[in-house]
């Protein structure tokens, strides 16, 4: 085996057929505006859906902990990593979101992967939305379980599969609240009535939810449903603005997770500044949540609109509005003739998505102007003319 060769012919392979992943040369990825080749550009790619990646409040928060705590936990917390903040956050946090326990973890892919391997084995059943995030996915079969995926939104036939296993059987049904690539949400009422009559546990994921929907405590909140949700897990790193992951769930589900989930035990703890940013950010979101109910108002004005020029948002009814293009060359012209038009949106393509819906994905933000919405029209009905 040449190695060398190995990894060029894989890469070569992947420019071939158009799926080569490259690091843009961004900074300040997560501003409201972005240079590219001289060229200013307004932001409609990043996850900073409230503009409190850079917020005064919050930077204080990071600052003020690394003043009192330093820059490192240096060890993971079941060791030497835990610092009072922690508990602060956690106690918060849970009563924030209404429940009776939360635990951090340190990014939100590594909490799916460490929640679900430690909660299930090859003994379990998921059942699992077919466009969960890709973390959901990695945990699944982390696991071992069985892995049931259901069509998407469809809970005909998640119930069809749960109708295959008997009563005894452990299960796991598993869902995005906001799903990143269709910008449409879960049916959680459904889900919830499922879980009853066929005995399954409920995980959900707020990635895209926290901040935003239900006075920033996600769309479990919103529809009341906390008390049914035995695990709620979402992150500190779009919405709020910060990093990090945390889960809510009963006392006795979080000290299982100390005790099992390999991504909380044997990983250095977060460092005291993101903890510090991160309690300031729910405190921020607590005193100032219309900013997600903005969010949505401003998603749902915008979304008319396009569907009114003719573009086809599919089921979207949140701040992330996919805008179906169809095809690989009709989706570069279409994001080359945005950035003329001095906007940033990004271009989706399989296998992210199902072939021949190719598109692009606007993530739209609290902050935008009226000027700045109607810009966004403009910059759509001359596309709408052009493909
Ligand atoms: C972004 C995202 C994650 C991962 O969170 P990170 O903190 O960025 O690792 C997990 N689930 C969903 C649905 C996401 O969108």
Redo the contacts with the bound molecule.
């Keep these: 085996m040449n190695y060398k060769v190995y990894f060029k012919n894989y890469l070569e392979k992947l420019k071939d057929e158009n799926l080569y992943r490259e690091i843009p040369l961004f900074d300040k990825g997560d501003s409201k505006y972005i240079e590219i080749k001289n060229k200013k550009l307004l932001n409609l790619a990043s996850?900073n859906y409230l503009g409190l990646s850079n917020k005064k409040e919050i930077k204080e928060g990071a600052i003020k902990a690394i003043k009192k705590y330093g820059c490192s936990s240096s060890a993971s917390r079941i060791v030497t990593g835990n610092f009072l903040l922690y508990n602060e956050l956690e106690l918060g946090l849970a009563k924030f979101k209404g429940y009776e326990a939360a635990l951090i973890f340190n990014?939100?892919?590594?909490a799916?992967l460490s929640i679900i391997s430690a909660i299930c084995d090859k003994n379990w059943v998921i059942f699992s939305d077919k466009l969960n995030?890709a973390?959901?996915i990695d945990g699944t079969l982390l696991s071992k379980a069985k892995h049931e995926r259901f069509r998407h939104l469809d809970y005909e036939h998640l119930e069809t599969i749960l109708k295959r296993y008997n009563k005894d059987v452990k299960k796991l049904i598993i869902t995005?609240t906001v799903f990143?690539m269709d910008g449409d949400v879960a049916d959680l009422e459904k889900i919830v009535k499922l879980a009853k009559d066929y005995n399954a546990l409920v995980m959900i994921?707020e990635?895209?939810a926290t901040g935003i929907f239900g006075k920033g405590r996600g769309l479990a909140h919103e529809l009341g449903l906390e008390k049914e949700i035995d695990i709620n897990m979402g992150?500190f790193?779009?919405g709020l603005g910060s990093?990090?992951?945390y889960v809510c769930c009963n006392k006795s589900i979080k000290d299982y997770l100390v005790n099992k989930a390999r991504g909380f035990i044997f990983s250095t703890s977060l460092p005291p500044a993101v903890i510090g940013a991160n309690l300031a950010a729910i405190k921020f979101i607590k005193e100032n949540y219309q900013l997600g109910e903005r969010l949505i108002e401003i998603s749902k004005k915008l979304r008319k609109k396009l569907n009114e020029i003719g573009f086809n948002t599919l089921n979207s009814s949140t701040q992330i509005i996919p805008i179906i293009i169809g095809n690989r060359e009709k989706l570069q012209i279409a994001k080359d003739f945005l950035i003329e038009s001095g906007l940033y949106v990004a271009a989706i393509r399989p296998p992210t998505v199902p072939i021949g819906t190719d598109r692009l994905r606007l993530s739209l933000r609290a902050d935008l102007t009226d000027d700045e919405l109607e810009l966004i029209v403009e910059g759509f009905r001359k596309l709408k003319e052009r493909i």
Excluded: E, L, R
């Design positions: 996850n990014t939100g892919y590594v799916n995030h973390s959901i995005d990143s994921d990635a895209h992150t790193s779009k990093f990090g992951a």
